[in-house]
C-alpha cells in the first residue's frame, strides 16, 4: 500500500522560508515522478512543482519559479520543497503526490 506522509508545515512570516518534506513508502520510490500541489481555502488545488524519478528534471508553477526548489533524496524515499521569499498569496495546505496517491496535507500559513 503506498503511502505519503508530509511535514514540515508552519506558520511564517512573510520573507521567512519552510520546507516541506514527503516520505513515500510502498513502492519503488525512484520509478516515479513527484509532486507537490496546494489548495488555498476558496480555490481550486494547483499545481505548484514536480520532480523526475532520478531527480533531472523539475517543474515549476510560474508564481514560484526562484523562490521555491523541489529536490528528492531516494535513499530515504523522501521529496523535498524548500520554499523561500515566502509572500502571504503562499498560504495553502499543501499536499504531496505521485500517479494516484495523496498524502494528508500540511498547511502553510504566511503572515503579512
Known amino acids: 500500500q503506498v503511502q505519503l506522509v508530509e511535514s514540515g508545515g508552519g506558520l511564517v512570516q512573510a520573507g521567512g522560508s519552510l520546507r516541506l518534506s514527503c516520505a513515500a513508502s510502498?513502492?519503488?520510490?525512484?520509478?516515479?515522478?513527484m509532486k507537490w500541489f496546494r489548495q488555498a481555502p476558496g480555490k481550486e488545488r494547483e499545481f505548484v512543482a514536480s520532480?523526475?524519478?532520478?531527480?533531472?528534471?523539475?517543474y515549476y508553477l510560474n508564481s514560484v519559479k526562484g523562490r521555491f526548489t523541489i529536490s528528492r533524496d531516494n535513499a530515504k524515499n523522501t521529496v523535498y520543497l524548500q520554499m523561500n521569499s515566502l509572500k502571504p498569496e503562499d498560504t495553502a495546505v499543501y499536499y504531496c503526490?505521485?500517479?494516484?496517491?495523496w498524502g494528508q496535507g500540511t498547511q502553510v500559513t504566511v503572515s503579512s
Open positions: 520532480i523526475t524519478g532520478s531527480g533531472r528534471s523539475t
Open positions: 510502498g513502492r519503488t520510490f525512484s520509478s516515479y515522478a
Open positions: 503526490n505521485s500517479d494516484s496517491y
